[in-house]
């Protein structure tokens, strides 16, 4: 869709600029929180020292939030423009900064089912089969998943997967499960009224990066794709070759409610970094104590903690 029909009235853009949220403020736009931030060096060895702003590439590093010092090396940052890559970096974006000896996703999202699988396949893996549910994550993920359920175990406590989806995803998994939220929400708003059918064959017709907007724009206003059309769709999916699974760094699991297994999954390396997906876990592979140093901020929800881009 070009970009003026999407802007087609103030408040189009206006949702938008709401969309953005916070996230233009700590992705490169300067101001004076990130400036105390990337300037809090001295305990963290990865980070370099805030160079003098004699020139552009100084004050580029300078202005970097302390969660963009800590991307991978060369990890493309999302186009000022690109307000969708900007909303999944600050609320699926954790996983960038997971340690250890993961390899991260080259960019927040894949465009494409090919680029998906060729990166995938390079990555090395651990499959087990889990209560007769193959899992399949990245090594270091899956030792540290092993050792937090034999922690579990001796306490009398389980850690499964939940469903075959649990761990690894393909590109096509995340875009069935996006259609199982999508297709359900605009029928639902139609339903109620709130769509015409024609605006409703309209987006289920769009090419997915196209029809992703679309979608967080009608949440924008109120109209909600999770499963009871209650909150935003990426609080339980991610659009299509976005998501956690695909990095084979996450995990869902059936025991999320029981507050020592969330503490053993967290001492072994695996964190909640999906506010409000209840049984999503990520491995971030180091200790809670650190988290703070990878620019991640603790959010308490309900009783649970939750790692967020700070
Ligand atoms: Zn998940």
Not at 17 to 41: D, R
Not at 216 to 244: I, R
Not at 256 to 277: M, N, Y
Not at 278 to 283: A, D, E, S, W
Request: charged share 20%.
């Amino acid at each position: 869709m070009p970009p003026k029909k999407l802007f087609r009235n103030k408040s189009l853009l206006s949702v938008c600029l709401f969309l953005l949220g916070g996230g233009w403020l700590s992705l490169g736009f300067p101001g004076p929180a990130k400036e105390s931030a990337a300037t809090v060096s001295p305990s963290n060895p990865t980070i370099a020292p805030a160079p003098e702003a004699t020139d552009n590439t100084a004050i580029t590093t300078r202005d970097r939030s302390l969660f963009e010092q800590n991307l991978p090396s060369g990890f493309p940052l999302p186009e000022a423009s690109d307000w969708v890559a900007q909303r999944l970096l600050k609320e699926h974006g954790a996983v960038f900064v997971a340690q250890d000896s993961v390899v991260h996703m080259p960019s927040v999202i894949f465009a494409h089912a090919e680029d998906c699988a060729h990166w995938q396949a390079q990555v090395s893996t651990r499959r087990e089969k889990i209560g007769n549910i193959p899992v399949e994550l990245q090594t270091e993920a899956m030792k540290a998943l092993l050792a937090a359920r034999q922690e579990a175990a001796q306490k009398n406590l389980r850690i499964t997967p939940r469903g075959t989806w649990a761990a690894r995803r393909s590109y096509r998994d995340t875009e069935k499960i996006w259609s199982r939220r999508v297709l359900p929400g605009l029928a639902h708003w139609q339903q109620r009224g709130k769509l015409s059918a024609q605006e409703a064959a309209r987006i289920r017709g769009l090419e997915t990066s196209s029809q992703i907007k679309e979608i967080l724009l009608l949440e924008a206003q109120g109209l909600y794709f999770s499963k009871h059309f209650s909150k935003s769709v990426l609080s339980s999916a991610s659009p299509p070759g976005a998501s956690q699974h695909i990095a084979m760094l996450a995990l869902d699991i059936n025991e999320h409610s029981q507050p020592t297994v969330r503490a053993i999954l967290a001492r072994h390396g695996w964190f909640q970094t999906v506010i409000s997906d209840l049984p999503h876990f990520t491995y971030l592979g180091t200790t809670q104590e650190r988290l703070p140093a990878l620019g991640l901020k603790k959010t308490v929800k309900h009783d649970r903690v939750y790692w967020t881009p700070a």
